[in-house]
DNA sequence: ATGAAAGCGCTAACAA
DNA sequence: TTGTTAGCGCTTTCAT
């Protein structure tokens, strides 16, 4: 007799743990949900029953029967992004440690595989959910958002569904660092950037556009470099700007990625030193480039903190009413780069 | 009437799904489940009901039934270890992927909150587990092994079970990293890292030590900078190194926030042209700094695939027996800062 | 202070 | 082809 109840393979369960001590489930449940109602020998021998069979507590099914919360949020990330979210991850993870909640992340990649990740999410019933979006189209969560799971997306809004967003100022941004370039007198700036089709791609663009027209000049297509998905990809492009009769003087570089590739491309072509830029996104080692890297930066930590404060504040009731929209400003940093003049 | 069973506010269940099309709940798992026994007819109205109430099946209440599988695995990070493990989890993810499961990673930051994390994702019963210890103990994860879910630690080993482990050859590379700057003629190498309690710390420091003894030499205690958890740090550290009376010629950073903070802290210096340096861990800007970074790189995405096949070989029977450990080999990646002579 | 019974949403085993 | 019953591990009544 071992005094070992459990079933082959499987965990002990509150029934094994009873059945160890003697007593009823139900007793069992009253010492872990610390509710009055024992005696202290009992609760005693119980922990200590707990602790010999290696028990832990089915949150399946427990989440089946108090069908409220499972204390999870889901966080979904495109693969790409990954790098710059880290912080994102930890203002999340911050806020929702706060609330006791696990921040569960997973990472989508295509729009299916977003979809599938989104929807496995939801089957295992997360509580909330903060979204980077991939895909095109989230009308399949309005099931989710009608059952009560807060739904926040980040960075890019969603089509097909109504939901609370925060957005960095990515215009804004752009729009200063155009002008930051135009202050120092230059006249024909290259931009490169991912896929135009991307949110965050069109509205920088858009900025760049305005903070040219400001200054009278309009935006030239053979400066435009878009589609630059990787650093190697955008190094080829800004190798292509400057094989072309009529150089621009100066870069604007729409993410972290294209912003690396573009001074790779410059110091083969041993021009770094001459060349303006100014990139978006802020990354670890842009003060240590030769010139340091002039460039947008927004704090990515309070995006997570907004983001997890949406979902709480729904979740507790705190925030009620129609979904909108927070937009994060963005500074700009100037580290040298940027104040390069225009040479002929 | 509106045809709608569903509770309020909650989700619509099977039952509900059932009762629209009229038909017994067991039929709507058939079609759910892709069970033949069903007619066209049926299984065409069964489909479009749950797509008019936005059915999403409880996979909480599925895996209670047949307890056997949850499709998912989890992933623990140190939240200090993030940004290195971006390819760590595109490895696992690849890997899960093929086989069918959702990587849920979660951080885990203190010991305790480590404990509390690994807990959380057990109660809800992951398929395996993939972890980067924080923590020193790890032996309150042996109810869940003797329960069959396979543990897989990565980058060190745990203390107090006994479970399959995926390591980087630290001391080799260490060795190699150190031989590399003592060819260049070096003979006192300064070396800032982190806590010497780390096991990859550790081991990389033993590794330098050997390097030294091959050619002769001892380590000097003035030499070492341990403890710097942060770039901030390593520069502070690195300062302190040049200015003692007889700084080193050269430099072996353990790990590439060491690397960066030592970077920094040479360009303030104007030191960084003179002074040899060998990090560990590559780095995406390793090559565009000034002078181009001399690493000890290792392919962390095949970590995590090790990783990854671990756990489902366990998990599959592919694996069986005593578990063992994998040691991943590093490689010198040579750019021009470790091949700096010695100046005096 | 303690326990028995019902039920959460689903699937497995067995009818019909 | 379809439905009925039982039960996964837990919590929630409601007794005792």
């Known amino acids: 007799m071992t005094g070992r109840t459990q079933s082959r393979g ?3 369960t509150m029934k094994d743990v009873a059945a160890h001590v003697g007593t009823s489930i139900k007793s069992v449940s009253r010492v872990l949900n610390g509710e009055p109602g024992v005696s202290a020998d009992t ?19 427990r989440g089946l029967r108090q069908s409220d919360r499972t204390g999870t949020v889901g966080l979904v990330l495109p693969q790409a992004a990954t790098r710059y979210h880290d912080s994102l991850v930890r203002g999340l993870e911050e806020v929702a440690r706060r609330h006791g909640s696990l921040v569960l992340t997973a990472s989508s990649g295509t729009a299916a595989q977003e979809r599938e990740t989104l929807v496995s999410l939801c089957s ?5 959910l903060v979204v980077v979006p991939a895909g095109t189209d989230h009308g399949f969560l309005q099931p989710e958002q009608a059952a009560g799971v807060p739904i926040v997306f980040v960075d890019r809004p969603p089509h097909g569904i109504d ?14 660092a155009t002008s930051h370039l135009l202050e120092q007198g230059h006249r024909s700036i290259g931009v490169i950037g991912a896929d135009a089709g991307i949110h965050t791609v069109a509205e920088r663009l858009r900025g760049h556009r305005e903070g040219l027209t400001e200054a009278g000049l309009a935006q030239r297509r053979n400066l435009l470099r878009p589609g630059c998905e990787t650093a190697a990809q955008a190094a080829a492009a800004c190798l292509s700007l400057f094989a072309s009769p009529d ?23 041993r021009r770094a030193r001459s060349t303006a830029l100014v990139g978006f996104d802020d990354f670890e080692t842009a003060d240590l480039l ?8 927004h ?14 504040g729904r979740l507790e009731g705190t925030i009620t009413g129609r979904s909108g929209s927070h937009v994060l400003p963005t500074s700009l940093t100037e580290r040298g780069s940027g ?5 002929r």
């Open 43 to 61: 609760t005693e021998r119980i922990l200590r029953a707990m602790a010999d069979l290696g028990f832990r507590r089915n949150d399946l099914a």
């Open 10 to 12: 499987g965990r002990p």
């Open 163 to 176: 939901a609370d967003l925060v957005l960095t100022d990515d215009a804004g941004g752009a729009r200063r």
């Open 299 to 312: 704090d990515v930590g309070e995006i997570g903190r907004r983001a997890a404060a949406l979902v709480f």
């Open 124 to 128: 295992r019933r997360v509580d909330g």
């Open 247 to 269: 150089p621009p003087t100066a870069l604007f570089t729409l993410n972290n990625q294209c912003t690396i590739g573009a001074v790779r491309a410059l110091h083969t072509l």
């Open 339 to 343: 104040g390069i003049p225009p040479q």
């Open 290 to 297: 030769d010139p340091p890297v002039t460039v947008v930066a």
